[in-house]
């Protein structure tokens, strides 16, 4: 069974750029969520999605979008950078079952200088 | 709005030393409670799930404890190891707008077990 899979790894961008962060979920899944982890903080939640659709959303901007394709893969976008979004992106894939488990990748870290 | 608070922020403690980390919640409609375990840099590790209709679930030497009306939760490790040095967090899994499932986040405890 293929775990839950983020690139890249690391992205450095500067202020006002675009950037795409990329999840694939775990065999199975069908529901994505993104989180966002700055340094010495727990991670907050962006937003989920379940069958492609959004199905529910965090306290961020609408510069924060995201996609989920057929395969339940998932991207995050994230429109005119600034400082403040330098931080670690973790992906979560789940079932939606009944024991609620999220599953984390690795997680992609953003520098934004 | 779902708070979730940990302390200590930071623990160090011997090697073979038992130990506890605390967690607390302020809006008890959860739908289970998670303990992660996340080393420097890394993604997270689940380390116990916990659904709301339980109490208590154990892994090896770690032990979790809920209880929903009071809005804690405790994780307990036993005769601590120099590998068990990592940021543990909880979390709270919930119905956020819509019809997702949410996770909220502590902002963890840092353990150190000194060799």
């Known amino acids: 069974e293929t775990g839950v899979t983020q690139s890249p790894t690391h992205l450095i961008k500067t202020r006002g750029q675009q950037v795409t962060l990329r999840c694939s979920s775990q065999?199975?899944?069908?529901?994505v969520s993104w989180y966002q982890q700055a340094l010495g903080q727990g991670p907050q939640f962006i937003f989920q999605?379940?069958?492609?659709?959004?199905?529910g959303r965090g306290n961020f901007p609408p510069r924060f979008s995201g996609l989920q394709f057929p395969n339940y893969s998932s991207e995050l976008n994230v429109n005119a950078l600034e400082l403040d979004d330098s931080a670690l992106y973790l992906c979560?894939?789940?079932?939606?079952?009944?024991?609620?488990?999220?599953?984390f990748g690795p997680g992609t870290r953003l520098t934004v200088l | 709005k779902q708070e979730v608070t940990q302390i200590p922020a930071a623990l160090s403690v011997p090697e073979g030393e038992n130990l506890v980390l605390n967690c607390s919640f302020t809006d008890s409609a959860i739908y289970n409670l998670q303990w992660f375990r996340q080393d420097p840099g890394k993604g997270l590790t689940s380390l116990l799930l916990?659904?709301?209709?339980?109490r208590e679930q154990t892994s090896g030497r770690l032990n979790a404890s809920l209880d929903k009306s009071s809005g804690r939760s405790t994780l307990y490790i036993a005769a601590s190891q120099p590998g068990d040095s990592a940021t543990y967090l909880c979390?709270?899994?919930?119905?956020?707008?819509?019809?997702?499932?949410?996770?909220?986040f502590g902002s963890g405890t840092q353990l150190t077990v000194l060799p």
């Open positions: 065999s199975g899944h069908n529901t």
């Open positions: 979390a709270v899994l919930r119905f956020s707008s819509g019809s997702a499932r949410q996770l909220t």
């Open positions: 999605y379940y069958r492609e659709e959004e199905n």
């Open positions: 979560a894939s789940s079932s939606p079952d009944a024991v609620g488990r999220q599953f």
């Open positions: 916990i659904q709301s209709s339980q």
